[in-house]
């Protein structure tokens, strides 16, 4: 049974940082697409960052060069490091995993609908 459990939420101030975690009861960081996305108060659920089995990274615009998503194969754990972060990076932020490759070209890479996901994290951004 697949399980994603995520980690590393709080409250921080404008400009701040954090790391998010999301670690898998299987092994499955090594070969599905795995990715972040986030849910802000009163929005839809968007795509935050993915990375494929290879280790190719995929951002959202509002996010490139500021968030870095990354994973340990070996701890099967996948995480986002997050800086300069700002209010309208607050949401509800989960992890997923899909199987297969992520296909950036498709729009899959970031599109809210994997097939599991854990429950989720709060990151709250206030100034």
């Known amino acids: 049974q697949i399980e994603l459990v995520e980690s590393g939420g709080g409250s921080v101030h404008t400009g701040g940082s954090l790391r998010l975690s999301c670690t898998v009861s299987v092994d499955i960081i090594s070969s599905y697409c795995m990715a972040w996305f986030r849910r802000a108060p009163g929005k839809e659920r968007e795509g935050v960052a993915s990375?494929?089995?290879?280790?190719?990274?995929f951002y959202a615009d509002s996010v490139k060069g500021r968030f870095t998503i990354s994973k340990d194969n070996t701890r099967h754990t996948l995480y986002l490091q997050m800086s300069d972060l700002k209010e309208e990076d607050t949401g509800m932020y989960t992890c997923a995993a899909e199987a297969g490759l992520c296909l950036p070209g498709s729009g899959r890479h970031l599109r809210p609908d994997f097939g599991y996901w854990g429950t989720g994290t709060q990151v709250t951004v206030s100034s």
């Open positions: 990375i494929d089995s290879d280790g190719s990274t």
